[in-house]
Protein backbone atom coordinates (compact mmCIF):
# COMPACT_ATOMS: atom_id res chain seq x y z
CA UNK A 1 0.00 0.00 0.00
CA UNK A 2 1.11 3.53 -0.58
CA UNK A 3 2.80 5.86 2.39
CA UNK A 4 -0.23 8.17 2.63
CA UNK A 5 -2.37 4.73 3.61
CA UNK A 6 -3.79 4.07 7.08
CA UNK A 7 -5.01 1.03 8.59
CA UNK A 8 -6.87 1.19 12.03
CA UNK A 9 -7.43 -1.71 14.41
CA UNK A 10 -10.59 -1.84 15.72
CA UNK A 11 -14.16 -1.23 14.56
CA UNK A 12 -15.94 0.19 17.65
CA UNK A 13 -16.93 3.83 17.84
CA UNK A 14 -13.59 5.16 18.06
CA UNK A 15 -12.15 2.96 14.73
CA UNK A 16 -15.38 3.66 12.55
CA UNK A 17 -15.27 7.44 13.36
CA UNK A 18 -11.80 7.80 12.54
CA UNK A 19 -12.67 6.00 9.15
CA UNK A 20 -15.59 8.63 8.79
CA UNK A 21 -13.28 12.08 9.65
CA UNK A 22 -10.50 11.00 7.62
CA UNK A 23 -13.13 10.82 4.04
CA UNK A 24 -14.82 14.16 5.50
CA UNK A 25 -11.40 15.85 5.97
CA UNK A 26 -10.70 15.04 2.48
CA UNK A 27 -7.76 12.12 2.97
CA UNK A 28 -7.85 10.64 -0.28
CA UNK A 29 -5.23 7.67 0.25
CA UNK A 30 -6.13 3.83 0.81
CA UNK A 31 -8.33 3.35 4.74
CA UNK A 32 -8.47 -0.17 5.97
CA UNK A 33 -10.68 -1.11 8.54
CA UNK A 34 -10.32 -4.73 10.82
CA UNK A 35 -12.50 -5.90 12.66
CA UNK A 36 -11.96 -9.28 14.44
CA UNK A 37 -16.03 -9.21 14.68
CA UNK A 38 -18.24 -10.84 11.64
CA UNK A 39 -20.77 -8.60 12.03
CA UNK A 40 -20.49 -4.93 10.72
CA UNK A 41 -19.31 -2.66 13.27
CA UNK A 42 -22.03 -1.68 15.71
CA UNK A 43 -23.17 0.69 18.45
CA UNK A 44 -22.33 -1.27 22.19
CA UNK A 45 -24.15 0.88 24.45
CA UNK A 46 -27.73 -0.26 23.55
CA UNK A 47 -26.63 -3.81 23.99
CA UNK A 48 -27.06 -3.85 28.28
CA UNK A 49 -30.33 -1.95 27.66
CA UNK A 50 -32.56 -1.63 24.35
CA UNK A 51 -31.24 -4.49 22.66
CA UNK A 52 -31.40 -6.43 25.84
CA UNK A 53 -34.46 -5.78 26.36
CA UNK A 54 -36.01 -6.98 23.24
CA UNK A 55 -36.45 -2.83 21.89
CA UNK A 56 -34.21 -3.08 19.25
CA UNK A 57 -32.69 -6.07 16.74
CA UNK A 58 -29.92 -6.44 15.51
CA UNK A 59 -30.59 -4.43 12.24
CA UNK A 60 -30.90 -1.25 14.66
CA UNK A 61 -27.46 -2.01 16.09
CA UNK A 62 -25.07 -0.55 13.10
CA UNK A 63 -22.85 2.22 13.58
CA UNK A 64 -22.97 2.96 9.35
CA UNK A 65 -24.63 0.69 6.78
CA UNK A 66 -22.37 -1.64 5.02
CA UNK A 67 -23.04 0.17 1.96
CA UNK A 68 -21.57 3.39 3.60
CA UNK A 69 -17.97 1.66 3.43
CA UNK A 70 -18.26 0.87 0.16
CA UNK A 71 -19.18 4.05 -1.13
CA UNK A 72 -16.39 5.79 1.21
CA UNK A 73 -13.89 3.70 -0.43
CA UNK A 74 -13.11 1.63 3.09
CA UNK A 75 -11.42 -1.42 2.91
CA UNK A 76 -13.40 -2.95 5.95
CA UNK A 77 -12.44 -6.40 6.53
CA UNK A 78 -14.54 -8.35 9.26
CA UNK A 79 -13.42 -11.67 11.18
CA UNK A 80 -9.67 -10.03 10.39
CA UNK A 81 -7.74 -9.59 13.21
CA UNK A 82 -4.42 -8.17 13.66
CA UNK A 83 -2.14 -10.80 15.16
CA UNK A 84 1.41 -8.78 14.81
CA UNK A 85 3.19 -5.18 14.19
CA UNK A 86 6.34 -5.16 12.31
CA UNK A 87 7.36 -1.53 13.27
CA UNK A 88 10.37 -1.55 11.17
CA UNK A 89 8.42 -2.10 7.69
CA UNK A 90 5.27 -0.54 8.92
CA UNK A 91 3.26 -4.03 8.38
CA UNK A 92 0.39 -5.44 10.27
CA UNK A 93 0.38 -9.23 9.76
CA UNK A 94 -3.25 -10.69 10.01
CA UNK A 95 -5.41 -13.84 11.00
CA UNK A 96 -6.30 -14.42 7.56
CA UNK A 97 -2.48 -14.67 6.50
CA UNK A 98 -2.00 -12.13 4.90
CA UNK A 99 -0.33 -8.65 5.79
CA UNK A 100 -1.26 -5.24 5.09
CA UNK A 101 1.14 -2.14 5.11
CA UNK A 102 0.40 1.44 6.52
CA UNK A 103 1.98 4.76 5.97
CA UNK A 104 -0.07 5.80 9.59
CA UNK A 105 -1.49 2.73 11.45
CA UNK A 106 -4.45 3.65 14.21
CA UNK A 107 -4.60 1.41 17.26
CA UNK A 108 -8.46 1.41 18.13
CA UNK A 109 -8.40 -1.67 20.15
CA UNK A 110 -10.73 -0.81 22.84
CA UNK A 111 -10.95 -2.89 25.88
CA UNK A 112 -11.79 -6.39 27.65
CA UNK A 113 -13.48 -7.43 30.51
CA UNK A 114 -11.47 -7.93 33.72
CA UNK A 115 -11.79 -11.52 34.70
CA UNK A 116 -13.20 -12.53 38.13
CA UNK A 117 -10.59 -14.79 39.05
CA UNK A 118 -12.94 -17.23 41.58
CA UNK A 119 -13.70 -20.94 41.44
CA UNK A 120 -16.27 -21.64 38.51
CA UNK A 121 -16.19 -18.40 36.16
CA UNK A 122 -15.93 -20.35 33.35
CA UNK A 123 -19.02 -22.88 33.72
CA UNK A 124 -21.69 -22.63 30.97
CA UNK A 125 -24.44 -19.94 32.28
CA UNK A 126 -21.74 -17.17 33.44
CA UNK A 127 -22.05 -14.41 31.27
CA UNK A 128 -19.98 -10.86 30.59
CA UNK A 129 -21.08 -8.24 28.44
CA UNK A 130 -18.57 -7.58 25.33
CA UNK A 131 -20.47 -8.78 22.21
CA UNK A 132 -23.73 -9.04 20.52
CA UNK A 133 -23.39 -12.50 20.19
CA UNK A 134 -23.26 -12.11 24.65
CA UNK A 135 -25.84 -9.43 24.93
CA UNK A 136 -28.29 -12.25 22.95
CA UNK A 137 -26.96 -14.94 25.17
CA UNK A 138 -28.20 -13.13 28.17
CA UNK A 139 -31.29 -11.63 26.40
CA UNK A 140 -32.86 -15.11 25.50
CA UNK A 141 -32.38 -16.75 29.43
CA UNK A 142 -33.86 -13.61 30.94
CA UNK A 143 -38.02 -13.42 31.51
CA UNK A 144 -40.10 -13.58 34.79
CA UNK A 145 -38.91 -15.33 38.22
CA UNK A 146 -35.53 -16.06 36.53
CA UNK A 147 -33.01 -15.45 39.01
CA UNK A 148 -29.90 -13.26 37.75
CA UNK A 149 -27.19 -13.14 40.01
CA UNK A 150 -24.86 -9.49 38.95
CA UNK A 151 -21.39 -9.21 39.79
CA UNK A 152 -20.60 -5.37 39.80
CA UNK A 153 -22.85 -2.72 40.23
CA UNK A 154 -20.98 0.00 37.55
CA UNK A 155 -22.69 0.96 34.88
CA UNK A 156 -23.45 -2.42 33.12
CA UNK A 157 -23.96 -3.96 36.26
CA UNK A 158 -26.94 -1.78 36.99
CA UNK A 159 -28.05 -0.86 33.53
CA UNK A 160 -28.48 -5.08 33.10
CA UNK A 161 -30.00 -5.24 36.21
CA UNK A 162 -32.78 -2.61 35.17
CA UNK A 163 -33.41 -4.43 32.11
CA UNK A 164 -33.83 -7.60 34.02
CA UNK A 165 -36.05 -6.23 36.88
CA UNK A 166 -38.17 -4.65 33.96
CA UNK A 167 -38.66 -8.33 32.61
CA UNK A 168 -39.78 -9.13 36.17
CA UNK A 169 -36.34 -11.31 36.67
CA UNK A 170 -34.96 -11.37 40.30
CA UNK A 171 -31.69 -9.67 40.36
CA UNK A 172 -29.29 -9.66 43.09
CA UNK A 173 -26.17 -7.28 42.36
CA UNK A 174 -23.33 -7.95 44.01
CA UNK A 175 -20.46 -5.21 45.20
CA UNK A 176 -17.78 -5.16 47.54
CA UNK A 177 -17.54 -1.02 47.46
CA UNK A 178 -21.26 1.06 46.78
CA UNK A 179 -23.03 1.30 42.93
CA UNK A 180 -20.83 3.27 40.45
CA UNK A 181 -18.03 4.13 43.11
CA UNK A 182 -15.58 4.95 40.86
CA UNK A 183 -17.84 7.05 38.86
CA UNK A 184 -20.09 8.93 40.67
CA UNK A 185 -21.06 11.22 43.70
CA UNK A 186 -22.06 9.24 46.68
CA UNK A 187 -25.09 11.21 46.83
CA UNK A 188 -25.79 9.88 43.07
CA UNK A 189 -24.78 6.22 43.81
CA UNK A 190 -27.17 6.33 47.20
CA UNK A 191 -30.22 7.51 45.01
CA UNK A 192 -29.49 5.02 42.61
CA UNK A 193 -29.20 2.40 45.05
CA UNK A 194 -32.63 3.35 46.56
CA UNK A 195 -33.67 3.46 43.18
CA UNK A 196 -32.74 -0.21 42.03
CA UNK A 197 -34.43 -1.31 45.68
CA UNK A 198 -37.74 -0.03 44.46
CA UNK A 199 -37.61 -1.44 41.09
CA UNK A 200 -36.90 -5.23 42.90
CA UNK A 201 -33.12 -5.40 43.14
CA UNK A 202 -32.12 -7.07 45.81
CA UNK A 203 -28.41 -5.53 46.82
CA UNK A 204 -25.09 -7.49 48.86
CA UNK A 205 -23.03 -4.44 49.43
CA UNK A 206 -19.67 -4.58 51.10
CA UNK A 207 -19.08 -8.19 49.99
CA UNK A 208 -16.61 -10.29 47.25
CA UNK A 209 -17.50 -13.28 45.30
CA UNK A 210 -15.66 -16.71 47.03
CA UNK A 211 -16.76 -19.17 43.78
CA UNK A 212 -19.16 -19.95 41.60
CA UNK A 213 -20.57 -23.38 41.88
CA UNK A 214 -23.19 -26.09 39.93
CA UNK A 215 -23.27 -29.35 38.15
CA UNK A 216 -23.76 -28.38 34.16
CA UNK A 217 -23.89 -25.04 34.86
CA UNK A 218 -23.96 -21.92 37.25
CA UNK A 219 -26.29 -22.99 40.24
CA UNK A 220 -24.93 -20.75 42.92
CA UNK A 221 -22.76 -18.03 43.65
CA UNK A 222 -20.78 -18.18 46.59
CA UNK A 223 -20.16 -14.81 48.80
CA UNK A 224 -17.06 -14.33 50.74
CA UNK A 225 -19.05 -14.09 53.74
CA UNK A 226 -20.67 -17.24 53.43
CA UNK A 227 -23.95 -16.70 51.84
CA UNK A 228 -24.96 -19.05 49.10
CA UNK A 229 -27.02 -17.35 46.26
CA UNK A 230 -28.92 -19.98 43.94
CA UNK A 231 -28.77 -18.27 40.11
CA UNK A 232 -30.30 -19.69 37.24
CA UNK A 233 -27.79 -17.12 35.45
CA UNK A 234 -24.67 -15.04 36.45
CA UNK A 235 -23.41 -12.09 34.67
CA UNK A 236 -19.88 -10.69 35.87
CA UNK A 237 -19.39 -6.63 34.91
CA UNK A 238 -16.47 -5.93 37.30
CA UNK A 239 -14.72 -3.52 34.84
CA UNK A 240 -12.33 -3.55 31.95
CA UNK A 241 -8.55 -3.22 31.24
CA UNK A 242 -6.57 -1.59 28.03
CA UNK A 243 -6.44 -4.16 25.03
CA UNK A 244 -2.96 -3.76 24.65
CA UNK A 245 -1.34 -6.78 23.92
CA UNK A 246 -0.93 -5.68 20.32
CA UNK A 247 0.87 -2.83 21.62
CA UNK A 248 2.90 -4.06 24.04
CA UNK A 249 4.09 -7.16 21.73
CA UNK A 250 5.94 -4.62 19.27
CA UNK A 251 7.31 -2.43 22.10
CA UNK A 252 5.52 0.58 22.11
CA UNK A 253 5.09 2.08 25.52
CA UNK A 254 1.81 1.22 27.87
CA UNK A 255 1.02 1.68 31.57
CA UNK A 256 -2.75 2.02 31.84
CA UNK A 257 -3.08 1.31 28.47
CA UNK A 258 -1.34 2.30 25.16
CA UNK A 259 0.55 5.63 25.93
CA UNK A 260 0.05 8.75 23.97
CA UNK A 261 0.73 12.41 23.99
CA UNK A 262 -1.55 15.21 23.88
CA UNK A 263 -1.81 14.47 19.92
CA UNK A 264 -2.51 10.86 20.72
CA UNK A 265 0.46 9.82 19.11
CA UNK A 266 1.98 6.76 21.10
CA UNK A 267 6.04 6.37 21.73
CA UNK A 268 6.33 5.14 17.57
CA UNK A 269 5.08 8.68 15.41
CA UNK A 270 3.53 6.46 13.00
CA UNK A 271 0.94 5.31 15.24
CA UNK A 272 -1.95 6.40 17.04
CA UNK A 273 -3.89 5.18 19.54
CA UNK A 274 -7.82 5.98 19.99
CA UNK A 275 -10.53 5.19 22.75
CA UNK A 276 -10.92 2.67 25.45
CA UNK A 277 -6.82 1.58 25.22
CA UNK A 278 -5.56 5.51 25.09
CA UNK A 279 -3.48 6.78 28.26
CA UNK A 280 -3.58 10.42 27.07
CA UNK A 281 -2.85 13.67 29.08
CA UNK A 282 -6.30 14.91 29.99
CA UNK A 283 -6.39 18.72 30.19
CA UNK A 284 -8.93 19.03 32.47
CA UNK A 285 -7.27 16.89 35.36
CA UNK A 286 -3.77 17.85 34.94
CA UNK A 287 -2.78 13.71 34.70
CA UNK A 288 -3.02 10.82 32.56
CA UNK A 289 -5.93 8.91 32.49
CA UNK A 290 -7.94 6.13 30.08
CA UNK A 291 -11.87 6.95 29.61
CA UNK A 292 -14.46 4.66 28.15
CA UNK A 293 -16.95 6.61 26.92
CA UNK A 294 -18.28 6.68 23.11
CA UNK A 295 -18.07 10.55 23.33
CA UNK A 296 -14.60 10.06 24.19
CA UNK A 297 -13.62 7.50 21.65
CA UNK A 298 -15.82 9.62 19.02
CA UNK A 299 -13.72 12.76 19.49
CA UNK A 300 -10.32 11.12 19.83
CA UNK A 301 -11.33 9.36 16.07
CA UNK A 302 -12.16 13.05 14.82
CA UNK A 303 -8.95 14.50 16.32
CA UNK A 304 -6.35 12.19 15.03
CA UNK A 305 -7.89 12.47 11.58
CA UNK A 306 -7.90 16.44 11.63
CA UNK A 307 -4.35 15.67 12.53
CA UNK A 308 -3.38 13.33 9.24
CA UNK A 309 -5.13 15.60 7.29
CA UNK A 310 -2.66 18.77 8.26
CA UNK A 311 -4.99 20.47 11.37
CA UNK A 312 -3.33 19.31 14.39
CA UNK A 313 -4.47 20.32 17.70
CA UNK A 314 -4.37 18.75 21.20
CA UNK A 315 -7.22 16.45 22.26
CA UNK A 316 -9.05 18.49 25.19
CA UNK A 317 -12.38 17.58 24.65
CA UNK A 318 -14.82 17.55 27.33
CA UNK A 319 -15.82 14.13 28.86
CA UNK A 320 -19.14 13.32 29.39
CA UNK A 321 -21.09 9.71 29.55
CA UNK A 322 -24.99 8.87 29.78
CA UNK A 323 -26.79 5.53 31.32
CA UNK A 324 -30.13 4.98 31.01
CA UNK A 325 -31.72 2.67 34.17
CA UNK A 326 -35.34 1.84 33.46
CA UNK A 327 -37.19 5.11 33.64
CA UNK A 328 -33.74 7.19 34.96
CA UNK A 329 -31.56 8.60 32.61
CA UNK A 330 -28.21 9.46 33.92
CA UNK A 331 -26.05 12.32 32.11
CA UNK A 332 -22.49 13.42 33.20
CA UNK A 333 -20.63 15.99 32.19
CA UNK A 334 -17.08 16.36 33.36
CA UNK A 335 -15.12 14.12 35.61
CA UNK A 336 -15.20 13.71 39.15
CA UNK A 337 -11.42 13.05 40.26
CA UNK A 338 -10.41 16.01 43.20
CA UNK A 339 -14.28 16.92 43.65
CA UNK A 340 -13.86 18.99 46.95
CA UNK A 341 -17.78 20.13 47.05
CA UNK A 342 -20.98 18.21 46.04
CA UNK A 343 -23.97 20.27 45.73
CA UNK A 344 -27.62 19.36 44.83
CA UNK A 345 -29.87 20.81 42.42
CA UNK A 346 -33.70 19.78 42.40
CA UNK A 347 -35.20 17.24 44.84
CA UNK A 348 -33.79 13.59 44.21
CA UNK A 349 -37.17 12.40 45.87
CA UNK A 350 -38.77 14.01 41.99
CA UNK A 351 -36.24 11.68 40.60
CA UNK A 352 -35.50 14.75 38.91
CA UNK A 353 -32.44 16.39 39.78
CA UNK A 354 -28.68 17.19 39.40
CA UNK A 355 -25.55 17.13 41.83
CA UNK A 356 -23.04 19.88 40.57
CA UNK A 357 -19.12 18.73 42.13
CA UNK A 358 -16.46 21.84 42.66
CA UNK A 359 -12.70 21.20 42.23
CA UNK A 360 -10.87 23.95 43.90
CA UNK A 361 -13.92 26.43 43.41
CA UNK A 362 -14.43 25.44 40.08
CA UNK A 363 -17.09 23.54 38.65
CA UNK A 364 -16.03 20.32 37.18
CA UNK A 365 -18.42 17.93 36.78
CA UNK A 366 -22.57 17.75 37.21
CA UNK A 367 -24.33 14.38 37.09
CA UNK A 368 -28.00 15.00 35.98
CA UNK A 369 -31.09 12.39 36.72
CA UNK A 370 -33.64 13.16 34.29
CA UNK A 371 -32.40 16.63 34.04
CA UNK A 372 -31.37 17.25 29.99
CA UNK A 373 -31.09 21.14 30.50
CA UNK A 374 -28.63 20.84 33.34
CA UNK A 375 -26.72 18.54 31.34
CA UNK A 376 -26.71 20.58 28.62
CA UNK A 377 -25.94 23.73 30.56
CA UNK A 378 -22.83 22.56 32.09
CA UNK A 379 -21.09 20.98 28.75
CA UNK A 380 -21.38 24.79 27.89
CA UNK A 381 -19.68 25.97 31.28
CA UNK A 382 -17.25 23.61 32.23
CA UNK A 383 -13.87 24.24 31.37
CA UNK A 384 -14.69 27.86 29.92
CA UNK A 385 -13.85 31.28 31.69
CA UNK A 386 -17.99 31.32 32.87
CA UNK A 387 -17.84 31.05 37.05
CA UNK A 388 -21.01 29.68 38.99
CA UNK A 389 -20.70 29.45 42.20
CA UNK A 390 -21.95 26.44 44.47
CA UNK A 391 -24.89 28.30 45.94
CA UNK A 392 -25.77 29.27 42.58
CA UNK A 393 -25.87 26.36 41.76
CA UNK A 394 -27.92 24.98 44.49
CA UNK A 395 -30.62 27.40 43.38
CA UNK A 396 -33.19 26.30 41.45
CA UNK A 397 -33.84 30.05 40.69
CA UNK A 398 -31.00 30.93 39.48
CA UNK A 399 -30.51 30.69 35.63
CA UNK A 400 -28.06 28.57 34.30
CA UNK A 401 -28.82 28.25 30.76
CA UNK A 402 -28.52 31.92 30.47
CA UNK A 403 -25.07 31.60 32.05
CA UNK A 404 -24.49 28.46 29.44
CA UNK A 405 -24.95 31.08 26.72
CA UNK A 406 -23.14 33.81 27.96
CA UNK A 407 -19.79 34.04 25.51
CA UNK A 408 -16.45 33.69 27.14
Known amino acids: MSSDSVVIVGAG ?11 EEKFDGDVVLLSAEKDVPYQRPPLSKAFLKGEMDIHGLPLRAEAHFRDQRIDLRLGVSATSIDRAARRVELSDGRAVGYGH ?35 ERLGPGRKVVIIGAGFIGLEIAATA ?3 KAEATIVEIA ?3 GRAVSPIMSDFFLGAHAAFGARFRLGVGVAAIKGRERAETVILTD ?4 SADMVVVGIGVVAED ?4 ACGLECANGIVVDEYLRTSDGAISAIGDCADFPNAALGFRTRLESVQNAVDQGRSVAARLTGK ?6 LAWFWSDQQDLKLMIAGLSHGVDRWVVRGDPATRAFSTFGFRGGKLAVVESVNRAGDHAAAKRIIGTA ?5 EEAADSAFDLRALAKRGG
Open 245 to 248: ALAR
Open 386 to 390: KTLTP
Open 226 to 229: GEIL
Open 178 to 180: RPM
Open 312 to 317: PAPYDA
Open 105 to 139: LILATGARQRRLDVPGVDLPGVFALRDIADATAIR
Open 13 to 23: HAGVQATVSLR
Open 165 to 167: TSL
